[in-house]
């Protein structure tokens, strides 16, 4: 007869490898310069050189933000009705938030090299 009783097994009789940890995936958070206008500006450079068709209108878009005092994690945070009552379409406003992972990304791997 097994020393278990059946259907119970103490932690100390569970092989390890029956054991499953689920890894809970990171969502990754926007770095936040201590320039915030700075930052705003570098990114709305890349912004422009990424969607040059669309310079006019991403320049009236960082003027906005700018005049809102807004960085790149408050903007990230900021649900585009917002940024559409403040005069920014909603397609731009779509634009600006999503790029904001790739541009920072991109800035790190330029300070890496």
Partial sequence: MSQHPSGFFSPQATPHSNRTSRRI???SLARSDPDGHAELDRYFTWLVKKYPADNEI???AKDKLHAKGLDLVT???TEHKVLDDWGI???IADKVKRE???FQE???HQELH
């Fill in 25 to 27: 995936p990171s969502t």
């Fill in 58 to 60: 991403l320049m009236a």
């Fill in 75 to 77: 903007i990230r945070k």
């Fill in 89 to 91: 379409i909603w397609g």
């Fill in 100 to 102: 904001i992972k790739n």
């Fill in 106 to 108: 991109w800035e790190l």
